[in-house]
């Protein structure tokens, strides 16, 4: 029974949906929260600039930072409409008032015009890109020159004895996120390792330099 619900958590981890979806989420807003803390850090959010984020969720953190990049605006994608749903609930009023644009799409063909964003950033979504290295380079395209991306996601050796992994995951260590970043032709800025509760966290920082 533990494995089953454990693995079901897995296959719902990568596109949360319905009642156990709504449940997901909130556990992604607990584990997540020293994660976005941290990612939040290494990419200095400041005022007036345009971020991008793969992965809302259900939107809990959209309000943290818009309090940081505005008058700047903040757009997101997601694959899941019980998170897209959720997250318009929870940001209703930043949406209404043109701060934050929410849309449904896969980031292997990101819905936005070439140099749109100063930042973006994606905590724990790697694991499931079909085509990682075709998401890296609409990163680099969506990116203005000098932008930065941030990648956050808890690495292999913290994740790869639990059961939930082996639905839908692709775990990854700092040297294979690294080559991505290389291959894709970002500059790679730096990486850092951080423990939080019981898992080894890793975000690393690129640059598009043209």
């Not at 939107?59 to 990049?69: L, P, T, V």
């Not at 079909?130 to 020159?145: A, C, N, S």
């Not at 291959?183 to 975000?203: A, P």
């Amino acid at each position: 029974m533990r494995k089953w619900l454990e693995r079901h958590l897995g296959r719902q981890l990568s596109n949360p949906q319905g009642f156990w979806g709504m449940i997901v989420g909130k556990l992604m807003n607990f584990n997540n929260k020293l994660m976005y803390q941290s990612a939040h850090e290494m990419l200095e959010l400041t005022s007036n600039e345009n971020l991008l984020e793969i992965g809302f969720g259900n939107g809990a953190f959209i309000k943290d930072i818009i309090h940081k990049i505005e008058p700047g605006h903040y757009s997101g994608i997601d694959i899941s409409d019980t998170m897209i749903k959720q997250a318009k609930q929870k940001n209703k009023s930043l949406i209404n008032s043109g701060k934050v644009y929410l849309f449904k799409s896969n980031a292997n063909s990101l819905p936005f015009d070439n140099d749109a964003f100063d930042k973006v950033l994606t905590i724990n979504t790697i694991y499931f890109w079909d085509e990682p290295m075709r998401v890296m380079e609409e990163v680099k395209r969506v990116l203005q020159p000098g932008g930065k991306f941030v990648v956050a996601l808890n690495t292999k050796g913290a994740m790869e004895g639990s059961e939930y992994v082996k639905e839908k995951f692709n775990l990854y260590d700092k040297e294979q996120v690294e080559y991505l970043f290389r291959n894709s032709g970002f500059t790679l800025i730096r990486s850092t390792y951080k423990k939080m509760n019981i898992d080894d966290v890793l975000c690393i920082e690129g640059r598009k330099e043209n």
